[in-house]
């Protein structure tokens, strides 16, 4: 069964704290690998698709990697606004419409 | 810009009175979904449309219907709204057959059942 777990579940972080949030998804094959960022109250927004092992995306302090196994978004020098709920999810090679995400991290940045 | 855009952003109905949820896009998309999400959930797939083609979830409850007229619009209805259906419902949309297949969410519609 296809599965997507991200870890850790909550994560606290002093302002310029460097970290990183980890999604590892088991699916029989991977059409592509995507992390959404989604603010209290408001609809998931769009951050990255990664779709094979050793591509790298970046996007302001954002930057997402990808193995077979499982994928990174690591967060360089954060500031207070980055404090949001990071979504992984999948789609399997199989299905050309279909997502399965991640419960989510819930990252919060004190300034 | 184009974007996806739902409406209401808050919706109050009451237990057993049908209420329908609206979604357009400007994005000329092929593949329109619905999901429910409830507090610190992940989104929670209702059913989607690839074209005119409907898809259903096995757990999707009956009570839980959509429409989709044309390629822009599309709408959730619930028939009879029970307390446990009180969430945030989320429209998206993709373009499957491009170059990538990532999903395009609109802001939400919260619903309170009273």
């Known amino acids: 069964e296809d599965q997507v777990t991200q870890s850790p579940e909550a994560l606290r972080l002093q302002e310029g704290e460097s970290s990183s949030l980890n999604c590892s998804y088991t699916?029989?094959?991977?059409?592509?690998l995507f992390w959404y960022r989604q603010d209290p109250g408001k609809g998931p927004e769009f951050l990255f698709t990664?779709?094979?092992a050793g591509e790298e995306k970046e996007k302001e302090r954002l930057k997402a990697t990808l193995t077979k196994k499982e994928s990174f978004l690591h967060i360089t020098a954060p500031k207070p606004e980055d404090s949001a709920t990071y979504l992984c999810?999948?789609?399997?090679?199989?299905?050309?419409?279909?997502?399965?995400f991640g419960s989510g991290t819930r990252l919060s940045i004190r300034p | 810009d184009a974007m996806v855009i739902q409406n209401p952003r808050y919706q109050v109905t009451q237990f057993g009175k049908p209420v329908t949820l609206s979604c357009s896009q400007t994005?000329?998309?092929?593949?329109m979904y619905w999901y429910q999400q409830k507090s610190s959930q992940a989104p929670k797939l209702l059913f989607h449309?690839?074209?005119?083609?409907?898809?259903n979830e096995a757990d999707t409850p009956d009570n839980f219907q959509s429409r989709r007229p044309n390629t822009s619009f599309c709408f959730l209805d619930i028939r009879s709204p029970g307390l446990g259906d009180a969430a945030m419902y989320l429209c998206?949309?993709?373009?499957?057959?491009?170059?990538?297949?990532?999903?395009?969410f609109g802001p939400g519609t919260r619903l309170t059942v009273t």
């Open positions: 998206a949309t993709s373009r499957v057959g491009g170059s990538s297949y990532e999903q395009y």
């Open positions: 699916v029989s094959g991977l059409r592509g």
């Open positions: 990664l779709y094979s």
């Open positions: 999810a999948v789609q399997e090679r199989s299905s050309a419409s279909k997502i399965i």
């Open positions: 994005l000329n998309h092929n593949v």
């Open positions: 449309y690839y074209d005119k083609d409907f898809n």
